[in-house]
């Protein structure tokens, strides 16, 4: 396949997850219906389609084959970068981390992919509020669902799908005891969102607060040798 089929792919023709075409099916019908009504809603209703055909794009990627690194699970703009205890949920509130907040606004990719190879140690879901998820309060009071992880190289990290102001459902596949790869897909957020990532001290951040993600291809840090305090 050449640069412009690639291209064509990737961009304008994407793979659709499997979740989203009840939704592109919904949003088709309504638009046939306001077209009948009046024909500027139609062109309105066309246009929101679209949209609704691009939110759930499921495009392939490329991560990159390092050894000791964590990648982006979430397409997106780095929100914060802060050291905090862990989530209480996963018995990691004794321990302190970096976390790395990703936001991934309604015109994002949703689709979530692991950030690191290894095998899921714990989930938990935490019905919640929710509050616009670029707010620090939200990785505590909105809806979430979490997860740790032992990495292959003995790392136990964290990341968290969590739910926003227009987000209502979380979608996560990932169980217990689970192994993944690296940019593996494993859920999904429906309509604007935020995922956390915790990492250990000793973890070398690569990423900047306001840089672009893009999920399962960004590195987002190469974790270090020591431990975790």
Same mark, same amino acid.
């Given at each position: 396949? /050449?640069?412009?089929?690639?291209?064509?792919?990737? %961009?304008?023709?994407?793979?659709?997850?499997? /979740?989203?075409?009840?939704?592109?099916?919904?949003?088709?019908?309504?638009?046939? *219906?306001?077209?009948? !009504?009046? @024909?500027?809603?139609?062109?309105?209703?066309?246009?929101?389609? !679209?949209?609704?055909? %691009?939110? =759930?794009?499921?495009?392939?990627?490329?991560?990159?084959?390092?050894?000791?690194?964590?990648?982006?699970?979430?397409? $997106? +703009?780095?929100?914060?970068?802060?050291?905090?205890?862990?989530?209480?949920? @996963? &018995?990691? #509130?004794?321990?302190? =981390?970096?976390?790395?907040?990703? =936001?991934?606004?309604?015109?994002?990719?949703?689709?979530?992919?692991?950030?690191?190879?290894?095998?899921?140690?714990?989930?938990? %879901?935490?019905?919640?509020?929710? =509050?616009?998820?670029?707010? /620090?309060?939200?990785?505590?009071?909105?809806?979430?669902?979490? @997860?740790?992880?032992?990495?292959?190289?003995?790392?136990?990290?964290?990341?968290?799908?969590?739910?926003?102001?227009?987000?209502?459902?979380? +979608?996560?596949?990932?169980?217990?005891?689970?192994? %993944?790869?690296?940019?593996?897909?494993?859920?999904?957020?429906?309509? &604007?969102?935020? *995922?956390?990532?915790?990492?250990?001290?000793?973890?070398?951040? @690569?990423?900047?607060? &306001?840089?672009?993600?893009?999920? $399962?291809?960004?590195?987002?840090?190469?974790?270090? #040798?020591?431990?975790?305090?």
């Amino acid at each position: 396949m /050449d640069k412009v089929d690639i291209s064509l792919q990737r %961009y304008i023709f994407p793979n659709i997850n499997s /979740d989203g075409w009840r939704f592109i099916s919904i949003f088709a019908a309504v638009t046939a *219906l306001l077209a009948i !009504i009046w @024909l500027p809603l139609g062109i309105i209703g066309i246009v929101l389609t !679209i949209w609704c055909y %691009y939110f =759930f794009r499921d495009p392939e990627r490329v991560t990159p084959q390092l050894e000791n690194v964590v990648v982006a699970p979430a397409d $997106g +703009i780095v929100q914060m970068i802060s050291r905090v205890t862990g989530p209480e949920e @996963l &018995g990691l #509130n004794t321990k302190t =981390f970096n976390r790395i907040s990703i =936001f991934m606004s309604v015109f994002n990719v949703h689709v979530n992919r692991a950030p690191a190879n290894g095998k899921i140690l714990q989930r938990a %879901y935490i019905k919640g509020k929710f =509050f616009n998820a670029t707010l /620090d309060k939200a990785s505590k009071d909105n809806e979430r669902m979490l @997860l740790s992880m032992r990495t292959d190289s003995g790392k136990e990290i964290a990341f968290v799908q969590i739910a926003g102001l227009i987000a209502r459902r979380i +979608i996560c596949n990932a169980k217990d005891g689970q192994e %993944y790869k690296a940019g593996e897909r494993f859920g999904h957020i429906r309509f &604007g969102s935020r *995922l956390d990532v915790y990492l250990p001290t000793d973890t070398e951040v @690569l990423v900047s607060a &306001g840089q672009t993600m893009v999920a $399962g291809e960004t590195v987002l840090a190469r974790l270090g #040798n020591g431990s975790t305090k």
